[in-house]
């Protein structure tokens, strides 16, 4: 089971950096380990051992976006974490204000006419599951809906520097 989801995965991030670039989006696909994440040995149950971001920071700072096959994508200094796993992606809020700031952006986004499901430890991800054949457009429209959803909560919780830096990791993607 691993190797087929690790295909699917080596899959999806080189395909999704195409439609990225195809659209005008410098993009780079990468693997976990091409990342500079370092695991153990154990198959299955791997733990991180070591991180050397090096690769990705020079990608980010040639205006390149990293697509990520397996692992977190972005840790913002709001307290906001980005992982995700082929086209399943999950919006970690659990530092940024846990449960309750989940809620409010998953309700938030509901109003807006994008349904999100809360997962997740005590509930404080937000799942999103596009499908597979997903207009670009759409999937645009979605994560617009989503990151002013993010910022609108943040606002009211956090400092202007967290606001900041979310537009900043929301205007590279978009």
Do not use: Y
Request: proline residues 3%; positive net charge.
């Amino acid at each position: 089971m691993d190797a087929l989801l690790a295909c699917g995965e080596s899959t999806s991030a080189p395909l999704f950096a195409m439609c990225l670039h195809a659209e005008g989006i410098p993009a780079t696909s990468l693997s976990g380990a091409q990342t500079g994440v370092r695991t153990n040995a154990a198959h299955g149950a791997a733990a991180v051992v070591s991180v050397s971001p090096e690769r990705v920071n020079a990608l980010i700072a040639a205006g390149r976006v990293p697509v990520v096959a397996r692992g977190r994508v972005l840790a913002l200094g709001c307290g906001v974490e980005i992982r995700g796993r082929g086209l399943l992606w999950g919006v970690d809020l659990g530092r940024a204000g846990g449960a309750e700031l989940a809620k409010e952006v998953g309700a938030a986004c509901f109003r807006a006419g994008l349904i999100v499901e809360r997962c997740g430890r005590r509930d404080t991800v937000l799942k999103l599951m596009p499908p597979l054949n997903i207009e670009l457009a759409v999937l645009h429209e979605g994560l617009d809906i989503l990151a002013g959803a993010v910022e609108q909560a943040l606002r009211g919780r956090a400092s202007g520097e967290a606001v900041t830096a979310l537009g900043r990791a929301g205007a590279g993607v978009a």
